[in-house]
Structures are given as structure tokens and as C-alpha cells.
């Protein structure tokens, strides 16, 4: 059985631990015969990496902060000493003040509001300028979105805000990264308890919806993970610009 990523060398940025989508899509990535470089914040996402890597086929796990353009250049070099094309890279990161997911949106401060387009947002930008010199063959770049970019969704508060500033900017870079063959889309996902989703309060009774969605069910991180399969490959070559629903259907929904 041929395998969609073989030979393909891919980056993955966002495992904060195993529940991470991130780490889904890793493995995923490695079962369809990627190489992976993986990307980490800080020492307590190093140690859960480093337990995780065995299972997947890594070359390299580099430090990456994405507020610091300097580890941004770091990256571009230590992916240039592979001496090896990149194909892929995942954007799967986010974050905004946890006091900004919880009181009235109109509370949010002016720091609070750039953290959040910094981290979330603006990362794509920056993320996608320290990739392109790996892949001169053409490639992929996806991101991870929510509908609470769309949508007003109870507490996402800031975090709407920063999704649609990110889809927006996965557009723009789209359209033009097109001449160079790097297609960039977003994957949005379906509620899934991560570590992301564990700290909200009132989580579960968005886990409840699910009985409202077409396929009746909750996303599986693993059905996210085959969609960015899909994107990375060649399957997904006249696909850029999009948003790709993997939701069970909620995101068609009116009531
Ligand atoms: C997050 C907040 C409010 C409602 C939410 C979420 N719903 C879902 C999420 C319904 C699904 C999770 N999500 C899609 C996110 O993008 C989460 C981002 C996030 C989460 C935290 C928690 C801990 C923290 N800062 C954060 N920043 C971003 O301190």
C-alpha cells in the first residue's frame, strides 16, 4: 500500500502534550510516511515531545517561540542544515489571556487583544516567511481555526477575534504564495477536549451540542489529523485558500 506523505518532510508545531491536535496530526503525518521536525514552547512542552517523538519519525525537535522573530530565523536556519526540501507545515497554535475567555468580551484590554493576534494570528505570517526558503519544491501550509471566528460562540471572546484575523491572513498568504507552488489553508475543527478547551468553563456544555450535529457525534482529533493528511498531499494540490470544516456537520447548523 503506498502511503500519501512518503518521502515527504514535514513540519508540526503545537504539541503541547497527547491530547493536542497537534500531536494527532504528527502521527498521522508519520503512518502516512512523513519525516517530521517538530517545534516546541518552552521546558514542559520539550519533556512531553520528547516522550512523544519515539512513536513518530522525527529528524529534528527545535525550541520555537513565535512572538520572538529570532527564533523564527533560528528555525529557517536549523531546517536549512537539513539539507532536505520541506513539504508540509502545521500551524496549530494559539493563545490568549485566560481572564479574556471568561468576562464580557467588552472588558478586553488593548495588551490582551494584541497577545492574542500576536500568538494566534500574526504566527502564521511569520511562520509562513520562515518556511518558504525549505520549500522551493512548493508545499503545503495549513492552520488550525475554530467557527468562533464566524460565530459568536459564548466566552471565545478575543480568541473569535484573533481566528478571523487568521483565516484572513491564510487568504492573503495564499493568494500569494500561489506562484511558488505553497498552498495555505485552515482546518476548522469541531469542539475536542484538548488542553486548549479543558480550561473553559461551561466546555462540556458545548461537548453537548454534538447531539445536534449531522454526523451526531464530537470530532475525533484523529479525523482533523486525516484531514491535514489530505491538505499536505498531493490529493489536495488545487486545494488553497479554504476553510475545511471538520465539525460533524455543526457549522451547517441554524438552530
Ligand atoms: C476556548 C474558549 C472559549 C470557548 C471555546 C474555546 N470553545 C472551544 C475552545 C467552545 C472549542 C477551544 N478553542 C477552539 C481554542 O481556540 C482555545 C484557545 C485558547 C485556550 C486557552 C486556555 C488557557 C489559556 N489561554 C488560552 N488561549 C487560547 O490560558
New binding site residues.
Given amino acids: 500500500m503506498s502511503r500519501l506523505l512518503e518521502g515527504k518532510l514535514a513540519l508540526v508545531t503545537g504539541i503541547a502534550n497527547r491530547w493536542s491536535l497537534a500531536y494527532a496530526i504528527a502521527q498521522a503525518f508519520a503512518r502516512e510516511g512523513a519525516t517530521l521536525v517538530l517545534t516546541y514552547l518552552g521546558e514542559r512542552q520539550k519533556v512531553s515531545i520528547d516522550e512523544l517523538a519515539p512513536d513518530l519519525n522525527v529528524a529534528l525537535i527545535h525550541p520555537c517561540d513565535v512572538t520572538k522573530d529570532e527564533e523564527l530565523t533560528g528555525l529557517t536556519s536549523a531546517l536549512a542544515a537539513l539539507k532536505q526540501p520541506l513539504h508540509a507545515a502545521v500551524h496549530s497554535l494559539?493563545?490568549?489571556?485566560?481572564e479574556d475567555?471568561a468576562r464580557p468580551f467588552v472588558e478586553t484590554s488593548r495588551a490582551g487583544f494584541l497577545l492574542a493576534q500576536d500568538v494566534?494570528a500574526y504566527s502564521l505570517v511569520a511562520l509562513a516567511r520562515a518556511v518558504m526558503p525549505a520549500m522551493p519544491e512548493g508545499g503545503s501550509i495549513s492552520t488550525l481555526t475554530?467557527l468562533?471566528s464566524q460565530r459568536v460562540?459564548?466566552?471565545?471572546n478575543v480568541?473569535g477575534v484573533a481566528?478571523a484575523s487568521l483565516e484572513a491572513a491564510m487568504r492573503y498568504l495564499a493568494s500569494e504564495l500561489g506562484e511558488r507552488n505553497i498552498r495555505v489553508n485552515a482546518i476548522s475543527a469541531g469542539?475536542?477536549k484538548t488542553a486548549?478547551?479543558r480550561?473553559?468553563k461551561g466546555?462540556s456544555g458545548?461537548l453537548d451540542a454534538a447531539a445536534r450535529t449531522p454526523l451526531r457525534r464530537n470530532t475525533d482529533p484523529a479525523e482533523v489529523a486525516d484531514a491535514a493528511v489530505f491538505l499536505a498531499s498531493g490529493l489536495a494540490r488545487g486545494v488553497t485558500g479554504n476553510v475545511l470544516f471538520v465539525d460533524s456537520g455543526m457549522q451547517i447548523m441554524g438552530f
Avoid: E, H, Q
Fill in positions: 494559539a493563545f490568549a489571556n485566560r475567555l494566534s475554530y468562533g460562540v459564548p466566552n471565545y480568541m481566528k469542539p475536542v486548549s478547551a480550561a473553559i466546555f458545548i
